[in-house]
């Protein structure tokens, strides 16, 4: 299966952690840049934070320090780990898989962070 399955969403408090996962099969996962995306409603899809092949990150500034994107090659997945959550985090969070511009997209997996 291709398409990037997302998992690890939830309801959490706000100063909570969650680690959302992103696992695929029948790439070669340790050429593509992982990506992840937040959406909330009536909103555009905005990028949260990328890893390349060679493991170089980035994030948006409302994330960093307190979001950590990674990459396990032999188990094909990505993850993003995401500690001192705030509200404004909470949306729709989906995983992009990239390679010579060409976008493999998850389903998305929800992330809620209330009180």
């Known amino acids: 299966q291709v398409q990037p399955v997302e998992s690890g969403g939830g309801l959490v408090q706000p100063g909570g952690s969650l680690r959302l996962s992103c696992a695929t099969s029948?790439?070669?996962?340790?050429?593509?840049?992982v990506g992840w995306y937040r959406q909330t409603p009536g909103k555009q899809r905005d990028l949260v934070a990328t890893?390349?092949?060679?493991?170089?990150?980035t994030y948006v500034d409302s994330v960093k320090g307190r979001f950590i994107i990674s990459r396990d090659n032999a188990k094909n997945t990505g993850y993003l780990q995401m500690n001192s959550l705030k509200p404004e985090d909470t949306g729709v969070y989906y995983c992009?898989?990239?390679?010579?511009?060409?976008?493999?997209w998850g389903r998305g997996t929800q992330v809620t962070v209330s009180s």
């Open positions: 992009a898989l990239r390679f010579a511009d060409y976008d493999y």
């Open positions: 029948g790439i070669a996962f340790k050429i593509y840049r």
């Open positions: 890893i390349t092949s060679l493991g170089i990150t």
